[in-house]
């Protein structure tokens, strides 16, 4: 009897091994089931996600490719537009085209528009156009004698001003350049430039013109620091190529010239003699 009760128990012992050895099959296999379908449920809306931002992006090429397209056909007709600019003497038809604007309009608060004429080779070979900034450089006859004397003066090179901004190259008030207008520009002797100066550089502007030649020098569009420059002179030179290049140039020392005032007069020695107080 006791062999068949110790039978019975290990039966039941291993039928309640196989009840819970299938029960926790079963309960694995339904939980990769469940997962497998949150994972193909999140897989299928990152798909989705994902098909939505590819659209996305195909429409922005597609927007893109269109704007690439009308940029395109709108260059193809610069060359037509300054043509009939050229046509109609460099003012083309149509109420807003900024050929027609006013001078004034185009001058900044507090400036003044000054037209100088310049050498086409003194005006960075003619390459400069308006809205560009250049520094004005002078060279000066300094004189040192008196009017009548035929002393010449000396000459001085020296950075006027510094960034002034071009407003107008010849009547062009925008620019229309092409490779073709630089090229006449470059033939050209002269060339008409507009500038926007204070009221004070109008005047020194127009002395240094008068008294001497003016050159430009194209600064950077980005540029907007000015610098203190001292007058260019033999002697700047030589210590500028002392400092960069270790050469020491030959500079003779400046003489310094005495010329007669023409109030010389010639004076005779005089004796004056004094007694008690009283000249005699």
């Keep these: 009897m006791e062999n068949r009760k110790q039978i019975a128990m290990i039966a039941g012992a291993l039928a309640l091994g196989i009840v819970a050895a299938f029960l ?30 590819m659209a996305m992006v195909k429409k922005e090429l597609l927007a893109a490719r269109q704007e690439r397209a009308e940029l395109a056909n709108q260059l193809q007709t610069i060359p037509q537009q300054i043509k009939a600019v050229k046509a109609q003497g460099g003012s083309a038809a149509g109420p807003d085209n900024s050929q027609k604007m006013a001078l004034s309009v185009l001058t900044p608060p507090g400036k003044r528009a000054l037209t100088i004429m310049i ?12 809205g560009d900034y250049v520094d004005i450089i002078a060279h000066l006859k300094v004189s040192e004698g008196e009017k009548d004397s035929e002393d010449k003066g000396k000459s001085v090179t020296t950075v006027l001003f510094q960034k002034i901004q071009v407003l107008a190259v010849n009547t062009n008030f925008v620019d229309i350049g092409t490779a073709k207008d630089y090229a006449e520009r470059q033939t050209t002797r002269s060339l008409n430039v507009t500038l926007a100066v204070t009221p004070e550089e109008a005047g020194l502007l127009t002395f240094a013109q008068t008294n001497g030649k003016l050159q430009m020098a194209l600064r950077s569009p980005g540029e907007e620091q ?8 033999w002697e700047s030179l030589s210590d500028f190529v002392l400092e960069k290049q270790g050469t020491e140039l030959p500079i003779e020392e400046e003489k310094t010239v005495i010329r007669s005032t023409g109030t010389d007069k010639k004076f005779e020695p005089v004796i004056q003699i004094f007694r008690g107080g009283k000249e005699l």
């Design 226 to 233: 000015t610098e203190i420059l001292e007058v260019a002179s």
């Design 24 to 53: 926790m099959g079963t309960h694995i296999q339904n939980s990769i089931e469940t997962q497998t379908r949150e994972i193909a449920k999140t897989y299928e809306t990152q798909k989705g996600a994902m098909a939505k931002e």
């Design 119 to 130: 050498d086409s080779l003194s005006a960075v070979g003619g390459l400069i156009n308006p």
